[in-house]
Each structure stands twice: as structure tokens, then as C-alpha cells.
């Protein structure tokens, strides 16, 4: 999210995530935080099989997060 990247360095703010089995009042509002975790999943998948598409041969990298790895794989082009 723009917001956490932007404000993550500003001191005394912090975050709180949350998921589908925080919500317990209403099954919906389940329905939508399964919802953006999903999509959020596909993206990220979408993400990776472009990145090792233009990976040199076989070159897979491995990488906490997603950042870190298309760093990694701008270096090799």
C-alpha cells in the first residue's frame, strides 16, 4: 500500500493488519477482506511469473518480498 511505504519511517505511527478472522460481526464484511486477500495473492503470483519470465535461463532469485527481488532481477538485465 502507498500509504505503509510512505509513512513507514514517521515516528510514533504504527500499523495494525488485519484478516478475515478479525471480523466477527458481520460475514460480509469476511467476505470482502477474503476478497482483497485474494486478489492481492493473484497480483502478487501475476508479478512473479513476469519477473521469471525475464529471469536469464533458468535463474530463479528468491526474495523476502517482491521489492527485494525486482531489484535483484533489474541488476542481472
Known amino acids: ?3 505503509v511505504d ?3 519511517n514517521v515516528q510514533g505511527l504504527s500499523f495494525a493488519y488485519f484478516d478475515e478472522s478479525d471480523v466477527v ?3 460480509l464484511v469476511q467476505r470482502i477482506i477474503r476478497a482483497y486477500d485474494e486478489h492481492k495473492t493473484k497480483v502478487a503470483e ?3 511469473e513476469l519477473l521469471d519470465a525475464k ?3 533458468n535463474l530463479n532469485l528468491m526474495a523476502s518480498d517482491l ?3 525486482e ?3 533489474s541488476e542481472l538485465e
Do not use: D, S, T, Y
Open 71 to 73: 531489484e535483484l532481477n
Open 67 to 69: 521489492r527485494a527481488r
Open 6 to 8: 510512505i509513512l513507514k
Open 46 to 48: 501475476e508479478q512473479m
Open 1 to 3: 500500500l502507498e500509504a
Open 55 to 57: 529471469a536469464p535461463g
Open 25 to 27: 460481526r458481520h460475514h
